[in-house]
């Protein structure tokens, strides 16, 4: 007998906890009858059909989420023509709340596995592993949804119960570890499922470092925590951060995800201790519209997450990531603009412009028609219009977003961006007028290429800014060149030649005598030259306040960009004013 669990993930880096957590609770006994496979959403439905029925399963069960529902169901009406007889099994957050409806629509499925899965998915095993002897029916277990009707609730375990995933950590080569270290959220967030289950389960902290010491001794690149809030409990979060802090190999980062309008000073303090690099927040702004928050059930204060997101950068040591959600109750284009500016002057790292999701059993979808909400009637159900926010806005909301995503969280341009948003009115202006750009020239159908998005930039730039070209060229240059070392030289970049001689001495120089390229001592000048990258400023560019970098020289600045040391928050070169 094989049961087949199946995970279909959003990227080939991602992979799915939930199947692993299913066999690896299940335990050894019945170890040998579950088989994993996991896809991604870019595989092509043949492809993974055709691997299905390779494998030859007894059973299947499909890991559900709202990226990849639509592929599983395409999945559903094909495979009994395939593998006929086989019972199908769905289990996850897109279908644990409408049950019935789902069964009714999709006779092909055996049933559904709701809410937590372990000990529902272990007695089905058992159940399909003795059932010939032991005759035990599908309606005696629990957690279960079946054309019957609902069987009985299923307690909400112990997660100290839960074995760890990652022993063998081949399968996850290349991708993120995933790492639970709690489950549920004390919080009530009207458009999260978190707020369904209120009740907070902490693993012991036993468990916890040592398994991230696992991690660690490993050199793993990332570990993710998919704890809803991670700071809800003080105590645990401060214990894990000290842990971390005290065992730091200088590789491994860690991914949180925090409430900012709950951080302590004693948090703050500790977190900007840590090593740049070590640790990532992100944090769940969504709006600072207070009638939009407090209909969302979130109570927080705007001004102290800025204050806090403001010690936090302090440190210079932590990538720190914002959300906002558009589309929200009593949040109009005018209020959304707003919020987003007001999260775009904490200066995070990125800033995700996100869109309502109307999850099924959540309380948003319970009040979505008081709202006058509409939204994509199949997965991920993203908000089309609001009472507040018409679906014209929604779409121009979706043409900013990717210009924030291009110009803003790659990083690629900060510092040209950081000036430019000088000449607007605020930076959400910016973005929308880069977003009107886009569509007049036709760039949103015929996609830049990533080196030409500088030049696109410079020509809007100077649109806005005729006066400027002479500035935004150097800053384009700037930026340019700490992202890589690039061999081919875009076109509005200053002509080096004239200073060849001068760059040729610097590097004879290092060489007799290293000062500022101490790390390439086994390299000569030719070889240090190619490895490197100086360039030419007339304007002082390296300047963090965009006021200073307005204000040209009269002679050349030097810059050195060294790519063996990067910034372990941006990826950018080292720089040496020479």
Known sequence: MKFLLVGINAKYIHSNPAIYSLRAYAGEEYKEYVELAEYTINNQKEEILADLFKRKPDIIGFSCYIWNFNLVQELLLELPKILPGRDIWLGGPEVSFEGPQLLSSWPMVTGIMAGEGEDTFKELLEYYCRKQTEGKKLTQIDGLILREGHTSPRKMLDINELPFLYENLENFKNKIIYYESARGCPFRCSYCLSSIDKTVRLRSMDKVKRELQFFLDRKVPQVKFIDRTFNCNHQHAMEIWKYIRENDNGITNFHFEIAADIMTEEETGLLKAMRPGLVQLEIGVQSTNEKTLHEINRYVNTEHIARVVGELKEGENIHIHLDLIAGLPFEDYD?????????YAMKPEQLQLGFL???????????????????????????????????????????????????????????????????????????????????????????????????????FACEADAEGRELYEELLTFDFYLRENAKSRPSFCRDLSVYHQQIRDFYQREEENPKFLQGYAEYHAKQTLKMTHMEAFYYPVWEKDPEKVRRKREAAGFVLFDYQVRNPLTGDAAVTLI
């Open 335 to 343: 209020s959304f603009a707003n919020s987003f500016n007001e999260v």
């Open 357 to 459: 999701k109307v999850l099924k059993g959540s309380p948003m979808a319970e009040r979505a028609q008081q709202y006058g909400i509409a939204c994509q009637s199949r997965p991920p159900y993203e908000v089309l219009f609001t009472d507040w926010l018409s679906y014209e806005e929604v779409l121009r909301l979706k043409q900013v977003e990717e210009m924030v995503e291009i110009y803003y969280n790659s990083n690629q341009f900060r510092r040209t961006v950081s000036v430019l948003e000088r000449v607007f009115a605020n930076p959400f202006s910016m973005f929308e007028a880069l977003s009107r750009y886009y569509e007049e020239k036709g760039y949103f159908v015929n996609t830049p290429a990533r080196s030409y998005r500088y030049q696109v930039l410079l020509d």
